[in-house]
């Protein structure tokens, strides 16, 4: 039998993501997240242009990222984090805890009401709002 490199049991959500530069500038994207137990896949796309950005976070590993060119400071912020991403996610969004991180530039906070996971996350150049459905499968 050959081993499955991608377990079974995943979870499937779907949500919006909304990034506000300290312009005020605001951009709304879709996204698409699946968390497995060891990694997330997370899928950001705009309406009418398709993807921007594919982000694969690892438990305690570098992160992968395929983006545009304008995404730059959500890289540098991200590999700042990318150790501890997927596992503030998982226990976030899969184990419902509520979450508050805080670090000299950076918050990240975490909670979950009415089936919605809803995660803020602020730094030196956007404030994130992410709220995520789980889909049925």
């Known amino acids: ?16 993501i909304l990034l506000k530069s300290l312009q005020n500038q605001q951009i709304s994207y879709n996204s698409n997240i ?5 990694r997330s896949i997370i899928q950001i ?39 501890d991403a997927h596992t503030w996610l ?13 670090k000299e530039d950076f918050s990240f906070f975490c909670s979950e009401e ?3 996971s809803s995660i803020k996350i602020n730094n030196n150049f956007y404030e994130i709002t992410i709220i995520l459905l789980k889909k049925d499968r």
Request: aromatic share 10%.
């Open 114 to 116: 009415n089936g919605k």
């Open 90 to 102: 998982y226990d976030c969004v899969i184990n419902k805890n509520r979450i508050k991180i805080y």
């Open 34 to 38: 699946i968390i497995y137990e060891n």
């Open 45 to 83: 796309t705009k309406p009418f242009i398709g993807n921007v950005m594919n982000i694969k976070l690892h438990r305690d590993k570098p992160i992968e990222v395929n983006s545009i060119k304008n995404a730059q400071n959500l890289k540098k912020l991200i590999k700042l984090y990318e150790k």
């Open 1 to 16: 039998a050959s081993s499955n490199p991608y377990p079974s049991s995943y979870n499937d959500f779907s949500g919006k």
